[in-house]
């Protein structure tokens, strides 16, 4: 399993023991894909990035996860993080100079130019393709936020993109970092067992998935097509075509403009 360090400033770092050249057609860097994160809960990680395929390639050092804890900049004896909204309402909101403190360690111990990235429903929407342009950078430094997010002036001072999970809120940011991660992990080269699975993947070419099959040959009746059975590869390929185009069509007609 990963291993994890503890040290008194409230960073801890998981694996990334021997970071492997990862060169590809692309501008990929040569040491390990470097992921902070600031968040109040530093247990959390790297929860389910910690298993399978993000898991290993994590143990491999062909990426590196290290967590900051907020409240170790916290102020006063219970080392507070959070205060009242200005002008007043419902929560708190997490306090500028302490996330600001949080935020200068981090550029002080890794300067690479990394997206700084705060999670946030009010964001632009991330997809893919945001996904495939943080893996060309040399890692990505994400903040989640937690109660009703930060003060406003920290995104402005550090020019932070906002980025969203969904339209929908949760409590914290913690799950939508770990889905980002896990995108952007599985997209860095040597991860993937068989490069191919992401060309064909969903959301990779514009064009949902075709229906995937497996035994048994008959299940409740059901057969799979007998084209995926015929072992002529050409016509394969056409079924997989054809059933990738309706899927998207009928699914997502706003997927569907776009590629036209
Ligand atoms: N008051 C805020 C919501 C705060 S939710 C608003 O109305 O916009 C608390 C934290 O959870 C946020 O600061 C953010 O970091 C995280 N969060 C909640 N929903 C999210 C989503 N859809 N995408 C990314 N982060 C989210």
């Keep these: 399993m990963t291993k994890s360090m503890k ?27 470097s992921v902070d994160v600031l968040t109040l809960f530093p247990e959390a990680f790297p929860g389910v990035l910690g298993h399978s395929l993000t898991g290993n390639a994590l143990n491999a050092g062909k990426w590196e996860l290290n967590t900051i ?41 890794n300067s690479a130019e990394r997206p700084l990235i705060f999670l946030s429903p009010r964001g632009r929407p991330f997809e893919q393709a945001l996904a ?33 999970l969904g339209d929908f809120v949760m409590s914290g940011g913690e799950i939508a970092a770990q889905a980002m991660i896990d995108t952007c992990v599985r997209l860095l080269p040597s991860v993937l067992g068989n490069p191919r699975s992401i060309v064909d993947e969903s959301h990779t070419s514009g064009l949902l998935e075709y229906p995937q099959y497996t035994k048994p040959t008959e299940w409740k009746g059901k057969r799979i097509p007998q084209v995926l059975q015929s072992g002529n590869h050409q016509k394969i390929a056409e079924w997989r075509r054809d059933q990738a185009e309706i899927v998207t069509k009928s699914r997502r007609p706003d997927l569907w403009n776009k590629r036209r």
Excluded at 74 to 92: L, Y
């Design 69 to 109: 804890d907020l409240r170790a900049f916290g102020v006063g004896k219970h080392k507070n993080v959070d205060d009242k909204p200005a002008g007043g309402g419902a929560g708190m909101v997490l306090r500028a100079d302490i996330v600001g403190k949080a935020i200068e360690h981090v550029l002080k111990v």
């Design 7 to 33: 040290s008194h400033d409230g960073k801890s770092t998981v694996a990334s023991q021997n970071p492997r050249n990862v060169m590809s057609s692309q501008t990929f860097f040569t040491q390990a894909w």
């Design 132 to 164: 495939q342009k943080w893996v060309t950078s040399p890692g990505v430094i994400l903040l989640a936020g937690r109660f009703e997010g930060i003060d406003q002036r920290v995104i402005d001072h550090y020019l932070m993109e906002e980025v969203s």
